[in-house]
């Protein structure tokens, strides 16, 4: 018996075949995944973009910042000054009573120290008795002589003197201010000429501002100033810069730098600016060498607008 594909004729023998191979090599499209579509071109070039943006506004930052700090030169090497006036006798005597109260205020004439006044009334006595008998003896043609107006101008220089030394054997304060560390007490012997304790003059104050020579060019005298106190960061003082020293800081030292060695290294010089602090009501009490920020307007000149 034959086999019934034998059967079969031949050209559909050939089509059945063609159909299987067809089946076997058709592929799987429930395991294929569907391929992303492509990146456009602004998401793919969008890093470089970032990126030069950054830079531009790093240029622009840099700049502005240069430019600032050329048009307004500031430095935080400056410390708060003010005239101390160091209270001395101008002669020597003992120390009866001390008045000064260390850091208080005192107005100008107010009673520091007193010395024993004994010595000096004695001493005014004895020069007016000195002059009494001067007068006495010129009388008569001897007044005329220089031998006799020669004594009497002793004498009276001898009263004058006397009244000097007892006039200041009270000591008075020269102006108005705040005293500093007292070192005298009562009971100690007082030298003329020798400081008792420091008065500090609160009539005036100013900041002594050391710039980098590299900022000198552009501060003139008359240029308005901004000056930030540590002891104060919440208060803005201002100023004017009054003048610019001549030389700088190392040049005033007692020892100058010797720049003609072998090992010399260039270094920025500093130059102190002293800029006078503008008082106005309501500012805190200021302290001396406290630290401050200086920073000093040159857009304008002196005239301050002017231009």
């Known amino acids: ?33 569907a391929a992303p579509p492509p990146k456009s071109g602004f998401l793919r070039s969008w890093p470089a973009i970032a990126g030069l943006v950054a830079l531009v506004a790093i ?21 708060v000054e003010a005239n101390m006036v160091q209270i001395a006798p101008l002669t020597s005597g003992l120390v009866t009573e001390v008045d000064a109260k260390e850091f208080t205020h005192v107005k100008s004439g107010d009673v520091l120290v007193r010395l024993d006044p004994t010595p000096f009334e004695a001493a005014l006595k004895t020069a007016e008795a000195r002059l009494a008998l001067a007068k006495q003896q010129a009388t008569g043609a001897a007044a005329q002589s220089p031998a006799a107006k020669a004594n009497i ?17 009270t000591i008075k304060a020269p102006v108005d201010g705040i005293i500093g560390k007292v070192r005298v007490r009562a009971g100690s012997i007082a030298r003329a000429g020798v400081s008792l304790f420091p008065l500090i003059d609160t009539s005036q104050w100013w900041v002594d501002a050391n710039f980098k020579e590299t900022d000198l060019a552009r501060i003139k005298p008359g240029q308005k100033a901004t000056i930030d106190i540590d002891l104060f960061p919440s208060h803005e003082f201002t100023g004017v810069v009054e003048s610019v020293s001549p030389a700088s800081g190392s040049a005033f030292s007692l020892l100058p730098s010797e720049n003609s060695t072998g090992s010399w290294v260039k270094t920025t010089q500093r130059f102190p600016v002293h800029v006078a602090l503008t008082s106005k009501p309501g500012d805190p009490e200021l302290r001396i060498g406290a630290s401050a920020t200086v920073t000093v307007d040159t857009t304008e000149g002196p005239d301050s607008g002017a231009h």
Do not use: C, R
Request: no cysteine; charged share 20%.
């Open 1 to 33: 018996m034959q086999n019934a594909s034998s059967k079969m004729p031949q050209g559909q023998k050939n089509s059945k075949v063609q159909q299987d191979q067809k089946k076997s090599i058709k592929p799987n499209v429930t395991n294929v995944e």
């Open 59 to 79: 240029a622009i930052a840099g700049y502005s910042y240069w430019e600032y700090a050329t048009l307004y030169p500031s430095t935080d090497n400056a410390y």
């Open 153 to 169: 101008d002793q004498a009276q220089a001898g009263v004058d003197q006397a009244h000097f030394e007892l006039d200041h054997a």
